[in-house]
């Protein structure tokens, strides 16, 4: 059966890594959680690393959060809907703010729970997705000054999350003037300007990121150590904290080209006649299938390896001449990309595993909360790629 690692060793060297940066600038950062979704076994591990300020996009996540770290600082990281506003306050410290409509319903809400709701105000800087106008930031904020338990905290952005626009030191040298208009204008301090992403790391490290510049929201650098301006990985952190590992269920050679009448395949798809290689090729086909991920999204481990496509419920792989010794029952690793992980997450017919400092695999019973069924005993991790099922992967 598939299943997805944490690697707890990896994902706290990228912590380090992160915290060490960050610090080294004087600057304030949260984790964003979203990946996970709401996984108890590895928002543990998230929670572990001690640095409590966790963002997420989804409501019944931070009520998780919240469940397993009372004292987690939880921030709701889209626009809220007025149908989730009481447990908006419930559940999450903070949130992202775009509509005056939504923050007066919000402090209504908090009015009558008696908590306090803070808000971080989100302004469009260019990439069309969610944000309050510029030349309509500074009344905004006049009308949200006084509402009843409510406290703005910061003015934020997000950028490369819909159309591409990258963060530039010009941007966000024009978001930290809006602070400083704001709070000249009112007589107040605004604690954060929020518009540190994975994305924005490059800047930081080169120093092109403007001081005002003082929190960060990091999921992506974190789980992945992903570069996403040069495309690859930050210098001294891991890309391999979760992946996922299938099993080959058949192994045979087979043709390269498909034989009979060509119709188009489920994915409106037509296959080739002819791709020029060899007339046929040992393929692998595993256990996992776009139920749970897209192929795209999927690198194997094992550079002798490629995906060739898969359905709903398998995968397809050449192994070529089969150098990788691979055997019905064997497993194959696979490094993830961050929308590929978000999928296999979500999916229900992968089951998760952390990966101690040991190598053995602690399951999702053993997540607080959940029901133990195998008292959180860790358990040997299943034979690598090449080894057959049953084999003592330690016995070589």
């Keep these: 059966m598939a299943y997805l690692t944490l690697d707890r060793r990896k994902l706290q060297a990228n912590f380090d890594h992160l915290e060490t940066l960050f610090g080294a600038h004087g600057i304030d950062w949260g984790i964003t959680t979203k990946l996970l979704c709401g996984n108890r076994l590895f928002l543990n591990e998230v929670i572990r690393l001690g640095r409590l300020e966790l963002l997420d996009s989804r409501m019944s996540n931070l009520r998780v959060i919240k469940e397993l770290a009372p004292d987690a600082q939880t921030v709701y990281i889209k626009p809220p809907s007025g149908a989730v506003i009481p447990d908006l306050v419930r559940w999450a ?19 009558r729970q008696g908590r ?5 105000i989100m302004i469009e800087m260019g990439d069309l997705r969610e944000g309050v106008l510029r030349d309509e930031i500074v009344d905004f904020y006049e009308q949200v000054f006084r509402l009843p338990n409510i406290r703005i905290i910061g003015i934020g952005t997000n950028l490369n999350c819909l159309n591409g626009v990258m963060p530039s030191e010009d941007k966000l040298i024009q978001l930290g003037l809006y602070r400083t208009i704001i709070e000249l204008k009112n007589d107040v301090k605004i604690q954060w300007v929020s518009a540190g992403t994975t994305v924005t790391i490059p800047l930081l490290l080169s120093g092109a990121l403007p001081a005002a510049i003082n929190h960060f929201r990091i999921g992506e650098a974190l789980f992945f150590g992903q570069d996403l301006v040069a495309e690859g990985t930050f210098a001294g952190m891991h890309d391999d904290v979760l992946e996922l590992h299938a099993q080959v269920i058949e192994l045979a050679e087979k043709p390269t080209v498909p034989s009979g009448v060509l119709g188009r395949n489920p994915f409106g798809q037509t296959a080739g006649t002819d791709d020029g290689g060899p007339d046929t ?51 194959v690793t696979f490094r993830l990309k961050y929308m590929g992980a978000l999928h296999l997450m979500n999916s229900p017919y992968i089951d998760k595993f952390v990966l101690d400092g040991s190598g053995r695999r602690i399951p999702e019973s053993a997540a607080p909360g959940q029901d133990a069924a195998q008292d959180g005993a860790a358990r040997d991790v299943p034979p690598a790629a090449g080894d057959p099922v049953g084999a003592d992967p330690d016995s070589g």
């Design 93 to 111: 410290d903070v949130s992202f703010n775009t509509e005056l409509s939504t923050i007066r319903a919000i402090s209504e809400e908090a009015v």
């Design 116 to 120: 306090e709701h803070l808000i971080i």
């Design 281 to 331: 090729t040992h393929r692998a086909i595993l256990d996992v299938g776009y139920l749970d991920i897209s192929p795209q999204y999927l690198s194997p481990v094992d550079d002798r390896l490629e995906v060739v496509g898969g359905s709903s419920d398998m995968l397809v792989l050449n192994v070529g001449q089969n150098e990788a010794g691979l055997q019905v029952g064997s497993y």
